[in-house]
Nanobody, 118 residues
Framework: QVQLVESGGGLVQPGGSLRLSCAAS????????MGWYRRAPGPQRELVAA???????TYADSAKGRFTISRDNDKKTLYLQMNNLKPEDTDVYYC????????????WGQGTQVTVSS
């Protein structure tokens, strides 16, 4: 099992910055990918940024050039550096981990609220 806990959300003004953190515990060595998702208006969460076990990254178009996903080498902590925040970035952000426990599984954190407002 993998457990995830997000932190770092809060209230910032437009143009400000936040750094979200995700602490992972459990079967860390079984993780092969991690990412950040936002709740979004629709029924499904939307990908913001992802990073593979090999370090390759993927970003939503809205995040490119402003957000950076990274992780510690031991994979215990995932980060999302959010710069030049806009009001439309306001949402609940979730940490995700894809891992193998006999079969592929997903783990999710509880979410952290990001509010961008003047």
């Amino acid at each position: 099992q993998v457990q995830l806990v997000e932190s770092g959300g809060g209230l910032v003004q437009p143009g400000g910055s936040l750094r979200l953190s995700c602490a992972a515990s459990g079967s860390i060595n079984s993780i092969y990918g991690m990412g950040w998702y936002r709740r979004a208006p629709g029924p499904q969460r939307e990908l913001v940024a992802a990073i593979t076990d090999g370090g390759s990254t993927t970003y939503a178009d809205s995040a490119k050039g402003r957000f950076t996903i990274s992780r510690d080498n031991d994979k215990k902590t995932l980060y999302l550096q959010m710069n030049n925040l806009k009001p439309e970035d306001t949402d609940v952000y979730y940490c995700n981990a894809e891992y193998i426990s006999l079969v592929a599984k997903s783990a999710w954190g509880q979410g952290t609220q990001v509010t961008v407002s003047s």
